[in-house]
Protein backbone atom coordinates (compact mmCIF):
# COMPACT_ATOMS: atom_id res chain seq x y z
CA UNK A 1 0.00 0.00 0.00
CA UNK A 2 1.29 3.72 -0.92
CA UNK A 3 0.88 6.65 1.66
CA UNK A 4 -2.97 8.31 1.60
CA UNK A 5 -3.92 5.39 -0.64
CA UNK A 6 -7.46 4.21 0.25
CA UNK A 7 -8.15 0.39 0.56
CA UNK A 8 -11.35 -1.78 1.06
CA UNK A 9 -10.96 -5.28 2.69
CA UNK A 10 -13.72 -7.34 0.89
CA UNK A 11 -14.19 -11.37 1.49
CA UNK A 12 -16.57 -13.51 2.73
CA UNK A 13 -17.98 -14.13 6.11
CA UNK A 14 -15.92 -15.33 8.66
CA UNK A 15 -12.73 -14.25 6.25
CA UNK A 16 -11.06 -11.95 9.18
CA UNK A 17 -11.76 -8.41 7.45
CA UNK A 18 -13.59 -7.32 11.25
CA UNK A 19 -10.31 -9.00 13.23
CA UNK A 20 -8.09 -7.08 10.70
CA UNK A 21 -10.08 -3.95 11.36
CA UNK A 22 -9.81 -4.26 15.22
CA UNK A 23 -6.15 -5.25 15.02
CA UNK A 24 -5.41 -1.51 12.96
CA UNK A 25 -7.41 0.56 15.63
CA UNK A 26 -5.73 -1.47 18.13
CA UNK A 27 -9.05 -2.42 19.41
CA UNK A 28 -6.70 -6.34 19.47
CA UNK A 29 -3.62 -6.36 20.16
CA UNK A 30 -1.82 -9.40 18.12
CA UNK A 31 -1.05 -12.80 19.37
CA UNK A 32 1.92 -13.34 17.57
CA UNK A 33 3.89 -11.44 14.73
CA UNK A 34 3.61 -7.93 14.57
CA UNK A 35 1.64 -4.95 12.09
CA UNK A 36 3.40 -2.35 10.94
CA UNK A 37 3.09 0.62 9.86
CA UNK A 38 5.27 2.84 7.56
CA UNK A 39 7.98 0.66 8.62
CA UNK A 40 7.44 1.12 12.64
CA UNK A 41 5.26 -1.83 14.99
CA UNK A 42 1.84 -0.48 15.50
CA UNK A 43 2.23 -0.11 19.32
CA UNK A 44 4.25 2.89 18.73
CA UNK A 45 1.66 4.93 17.50
CA UNK A 46 -1.04 6.06 19.75
CA UNK A 47 -4.58 4.58 19.69
CA UNK A 48 -6.26 7.98 18.88
CA UNK A 49 -3.75 9.04 16.09
CA UNK A 50 -4.57 5.82 14.66
CA UNK A 51 -8.49 5.46 15.30
CA UNK A 52 -8.54 9.50 13.58
CA UNK A 53 -6.70 8.47 10.38
CA UNK A 54 -8.55 5.00 9.81
CA UNK A 55 -12.40 4.64 8.76
CA UNK A 56 -14.41 1.95 9.23
CA UNK A 57 -18.33 1.42 7.37
CA UNK A 58 -19.33 -2.12 8.83
CA UNK A 59 -22.12 -4.05 6.63
CA UNK A 60 -24.66 -4.99 9.06
CA UNK A 61 -27.94 -4.55 8.03
CA UNK A 62 -30.32 -2.97 10.40
CA UNK A 63 -34.16 -3.31 9.40
CA UNK A 64 -37.21 -1.64 11.30
CA UNK A 65 -40.11 -3.10 12.01
CA UNK A 66 -42.23 -2.07 8.83
CA UNK A 67 -42.66 -3.03 5.32
CA UNK A 68 -40.00 -3.29 2.90
CA UNK A 69 -40.92 0.11 1.24
CA UNK A 70 -40.73 1.85 4.54
CA UNK A 71 -37.05 0.02 5.23
CA UNK A 72 -35.69 1.08 1.38
CA UNK A 73 -37.13 4.69 2.12
CA UNK A 74 -35.90 5.00 5.84
CA UNK A 75 -33.21 7.92 5.84
CA UNK A 76 -34.27 9.34 2.64
CA UNK A 77 -35.23 13.42 2.40
CA UNK A 78 -38.45 14.30 0.13
CA UNK A 79 -37.85 17.83 -1.52
CA UNK A 80 -40.83 19.44 -1.32
Do not use: C, H, W
Not at 28 to 57: A, H, N, T
Amino acid sequence: MSPGERVALVGASGAGKSTIANLLLRFYQPQSGMILIDGLEIEKYQRQSLRRRIGVVMQESILIGASIRENIAYGKTRDR
